[in-house]
């Protein structure tokens, strides 16, 4: 598995365009980030943008990257036929996910610093704590989606149910379960993973335990199982 990580590294770290998304993240971000100064009500914005952009910036351009080419060139039937089990397939390209979003978040966190150095937008320490443990956080979320999306992939067989299901965790899901938790009065948000992860950073931002982090990685785990559940029973063309 760690040859399958190395050549699909080399591969999708070799395109230009991979590099090409590195100033769109910093556009985004520098034009909807960071205030002439930072107020109890501009550092939750600034929380919301950043929840908002990595989710979507970082996900999209990353997901086809993994297995955009994979589904075009069959180079993923090629990977099994050599003898390798289909939950290392499903787990290295998940990996590969996660560590081709690591510069695009750096870029972000670093976007929003340089933009507080130019404007001169003075942070107290617990400011930019809140603003590292929110991109920390913005991460961990993506880690999520990766799970979740890449369950669609392997069902269908194809890269845009995948995206279809990106789009929708990061733009609709995490934006309307809120709204439904208020009409029917019932925990559905707090259980949700973003919810999960929400409580989690602020009981760590108060000084507390964040022990919702242990039923969220649940999430990804049982994402990752059913993935490999259904990747194994796939009948693919070889």
Same mark, same amino acid.
């Given at each position: ?70 589904m ?11 003898g ?6 499903v /787990?290295?390209? &998940?990996?590969?996910? +996660?560590?081709?979003s ?5 870029? %972000?966190?670093f =976007?929003? #610093? ?12 617990t400011q ?19 799970? /979740?999306?890449? &369950?669609?992939?392997? +069902? ?8 279809? %299901?990106?789009? =929708?965790? #990061? ?32 009981n ?5 335990i ?21 990747f ?7």
């Amino acid at each position: 598995m760690r040859k399958m990580i190395k050549a699909d590294l080399r591969r999708i770290l070799k395109k230009p365009s991979f590099y090409l998304w590195i100033p769109v993240i910093f556009v985004v971000v520098f034009l909807f980030s960071g205030y002439s100064d930072y107020t109890d009500e501009t550092v939750l914005s600034e929380v919301g943008m950043i929840k908002r952009v990595l989710a979507f910036f970082v996900t999209l351009p990353v997901f086809l990257y993994v297995y955009g080419d994979e589904m075009k060139c069959g180079s993923m039937q090629c990977i099994i036929g050599r003898g390798i089990s289909r939950a290392r397939v499903v /787990i290295g390209k &998940f990996l590969d996910c +996660l560590i081709l979003s690591v510069p695009y978040v750096l870029a %972000a966190m670093f =976007t929003i #610093s340089l933009r507080n150095f130019i404007f001169e937008v003075g942070t107290t320490p617990t400011q930019d704590y809140t603003i590292i443990m929110t991109v920390v956080f913005a991460y961990l979320r993506i880690i999520g989606y990766f799970a /979740i999306a890449s &369950f669609f992939v392997f +069902l269908s067989w194809s890269t845009a149910p995948g995206v279809v %299901a990106l789009i =929708t965790l #990061s733009v609709m899901v995490g934006n309307l379960l809120p709204l439904l938790q208020v009409a029917v009065n019932k925990p559905v948000y707090d259980f949700y993973y973003d919810g999960l992860l929400e409580a989690a950073q602020a009981n760590l931002l108060a000084g507390n335990i964040a022990y919702q982090i242990l039923p969220a990685a649940l999430y990804v785990i049982g994402a990752l199982f059913l993935t490999i559940l259904v990747f194994n029973k796939k009948e693919i063309e070889f």
